[in-house]
């Protein structure tokens, strides 16, 4: 099975920064690397998949890079309501791994 | 518009079973893969298992890989995961989702607990 790591855990951060979260493939995995939300006591929202690619009605601030092994989610300017815990998934193989979360603290 | 809502979670003992149901509408069912993801309290996500949109090809976690079985109803616009043998680990909130490779729409989930 493939294990994906996000770097850090978690982090502390002001409205208006610029954020920052990795995520390391244990193998590539080409660009099959998506990005979720979660606020506590919420379902998981969907930010980004194919590694880059906005789903419909997420705000622009948030963008994915990488591909093969690494991977990075930013968030140009941190809103209020993006303070949550963000998580990374492969889709390349089954099964369909999550990183262990990156919670945005303030 | 689009709509899942999981049920049949509760608390059971260790060894027990238990069937979650998750009953969608607002598309076309059959046209879909499904997944289930799950949440033990304070942790964070784990995939489980998913499903192709005629049932013909189906994967799953290491962790549930022959006590668990995904399923589908196409005529009833349901999912089924059936969980045997069940362990205190498995305790989570378990949450439908739509599509395979990625999540857009998901459920509200349903807790299981496992605990004698």
């Known amino acids: 099975d493939i294990q994906m790591t996000q770097s850090p855990s978690s982090l502390s951060a002001s409205v208006g920064d610029r954020v920052t979260i990795s995520c390391r493939a244990s193998q590539t995995i080409t660009f099959y690397l998506n990005w979720y939300q979660q606020k506590p006591g919420k379902a998981p929202k969907l930010l980004i998949y194919?590694?880059?690619t906005l789903q419909s009605g997420v705000p622009s601030r948030f963008s994915g890079s990488g591909s093969g092994t690494d991977f990075t989610l930013t968030i140009s300017s941190l809103q209020p309501e993006d303070f949550a815990t963000y998580y990374c998934q492969q889709s390349y193989s089954a099964p369909y791994t999550f990183g262990q979360g990156t919670k945005v603290e303030i | 518009q689009v709509q899942l809502v999981e049920s049949g979670g509760g608390l059971v003992k260790p060894g027990g079973s238990l069937r979650l149901s998750c009953e969608v509408s607002g598309f076309t069912f059959s046209d879909y893969y499904m997944t289930w993801v799950r949440q033990a309290p304070g942790k964070g996500l784990e995939w489980v298992a998913c499903i192709s949109g005629r049932g013909g090809n189906i994967h799953y976690a290491d962790s549930v890989k022959g006590r668990f079985t995904i399923s589908r109803d196409n005529a009833n616009n349901s999912l089924f995961l059936q969980m045997n043998t069940l362990r205190a680990e498995d305790t989570a909130v378990y949450y439908c989702?739509?599509?395979?490779?990625?999540?857009?729409?998901w459920g509200q989930g349903t807790l299981v607990t496992v605990s004698s």
């Open positions: 194919s590694a880059s």
């Open positions: 989702a739509r599509d395979g490779q990625w999540l857009i729409y």
